[in-house]
């Protein structure tokens, strides 16, 4: 979707602590607050003075404390296919992989990440499948953790209510991770714009880049002019 987003926009991509190229230690804290904090350095060290932060699934969780700890930074949040709490998090069906099965195979990841996709027979990327081979046992628990003490801590909503930043929820209607009907918690956020993707999962960004990016566009369209 980057090519999209980049006629118009500066782009940072950010990997997160125990993603793609970034350091995968089994010491520090994988904690949701920790790698805002670490996000928002890299930030600071490229000379960003502000920016709409978007995030995609748990990324949305480091986006939205990204907006709390530096209100200074984040003009405005998009956050695609972010569950509001854990109420709308639908229990999977298929048993995740064990510490005896790891690394992965290509299968098993392809039955892992399955829910992360509307469509049974959807090929999944091969820069996905090296990515999920990059990672960790640790880290990949962990991060899953910390996304779920994060929303146990306080729903999204009742966190965005106060910031009084524009924020943009995307959310692929045919989500099997997230109730996609969830969405509409957001619309508690003041200003809020909710956009719903038929026919798309929970990887909207995959699925189809063009139609996710559109209601992306249109937002920074509105608050770029705030940004970096």
């Known amino acids: 979707m980057v090519p999209l987003l980049t006629k118009s926009h500066r782009v940072i991509r950010i990997d997160l602590l125990g993603h793609g190229r970034s350091a995968k230690p089994a010491g520090p804290s994988y904690a949701i607050p920790d ?6 350095v890299a930030l600071d060290r490229l000379g960003v003075k502000r920016a709409i932060v978007a995030g995609h ?10 907006a709390e700890q530096r209100p200074d930074l984040v003009t405005a949040l998009a956050l695609i296919n972010t ?3 854990l109420d709308a998090f639908i229990a999977p069906q298929s048993a995740a992989i064990a510490p005896s ?3 992965p195979t290509d299968e098993q990841i392809r039955r892992f990440a399955s829910t992360g996709f509307s469509r049974a027979g959807y090929q999944i990327p091969r820069e996905l499948l090296n990515e999920v081979h990059a990672m960790t046992y640790h880290t990949l628990t962990m991060t899953m953790g910390a996304t779920r003490d994060y929303m146990e801590q306080q729903a999204l909503p009742d ?4 910031l009084g930043k524009p924020l943009l929820a995307i959310f692929g209607e045919d989500d099997r991770r997230w109730r996609s009907s969830s969405a509409a918690d957001y619309r508690a956020v003041p200003g809020a714009t909710v956009e719903l993707l038929p026919g798309l999962g929970h990887s909207p960004i ?11 566009l249109a937002f920074t369209a509105i608050h770029a002019a705030q940004a970096d």
């Open 35 to 40: 790698q805002a904090r670490r996000a928002a």
């Open 57 to 66: 699934s748990s990324g949305g969780c480091s986006a939205t404390a990204l």
């Open 83 to 85: 569950g509001p709490s």
């Open 101 to 103: 099965q790891w690394p």
């Open 159 to 162: 966190r965005l209510m106060v």
């Open 206 to 216: 995959l699925e189809d880049p063009p139609r996710t990016a559109a209601p992306l």
